[in-house]
């Protein structure tokens, strides 16, 4: 049995991700902030809680600790946590906002990475999936017939940047571990909100997140997808 971590994984697109992959017989961890949160949404459907805050060192290295001792390893890490930070005009941004944004969605990836490598090296195919968006892509925020087109959030669409090099810079350093980029599109979450008006069900949001957590080992790497296939950077 194939074991998948989720950060953010008590609500939203975690939360969906989480209950998909148990129907298809994974074993599913989900890492909440908040622990007791965390068992309440696991038991509701069938997976197990550890928790972790993305933006604490100390947190997520007790996460992999735990996760050691009970599985040993991790075929399937699902980087989801993230904020938005406001939808902000780039006037208005300060850098308090930015650190901020920063340290949970681009930081905090390197946090799990850094803590679930050796994790992931003890899986005979280990697969890291990180949650990005169209947002982060420069072609569609330049091209004026996209929504991404429309949304001006300095903040948030750099920090979803970051998290697609990463995605490419990790993939070129360890070609051992498939790692990809899923774009959800905006879905009705905490985190999209009101900010757009093509929302669409989180569980149609998930499709290539799921897509790329369960590739085979001719699957790709070093990728950025949405629900109809390669995105463009």
Request: hydrophobic share 40%; glycine share 10%; charged share 15%.
């Amino acid at each position: 049995m194939r074991v998948v971590f989720i950060t953010g994984g008590n609500k939203g697109l975690g939360y969906e991700a989480a209950k998909q992959l148990v129907t298809k017989g994974y074993k599913v961890y989900i890492g909440s902030r908040d622990l007791v949160r965390g068992k309440e949404t696991a038991q509701t459907i069938g997976a197990y809680a550890i928790q972790v805050d993305v933006t604490d060192e100390i947190s997520v290295q007790k996460a992999a600790d735990r996760l050691n001792q009970i599985e040993g390893k991790v075929d399937i890490l699902i980087n989801n946590a993230g904020i938005s930070g406001g939808f902000n005009p780039p006037r208005d941004i300060t850098v308090e906002t930015m650190t901020a944004v920063y340290n949970t969605n681009v930081f905090g990836i390197v946090r799990m990475m850094r803590h679930f490598i050796p994790l992931l090296e003890q899986s005979a195919q280990p697969v890291v999936v990180n949650v990005s968006s169209g947002l982060g892509s420069f072609d569609m925020v330049t091209n004026p017939e996209t929504m991404e087109s429309k949304v001006n959030s300095l903040a948030y669409c750099s920090s979803k940047s970051a998290v697609n090099m990463l995605t490419l810079q990790y993939a070129k350093g360890l070609p051992h571990i498939q790692i990809n980029s899923a774009d959800p599109g905006a879905t009705n979450t905490d985190l999209v909100g009101d900010a757009s008006n093509n929302a669409k069900p989180a569980s149609e949001g998930i499709i290539p997140i799921i897509r790329l957590a369960t590739i085979d080992a001719n699957g790709p790497t070093g990728t950025f997808e949405n629900q109809h296939g390669t995105m463009s950077w």
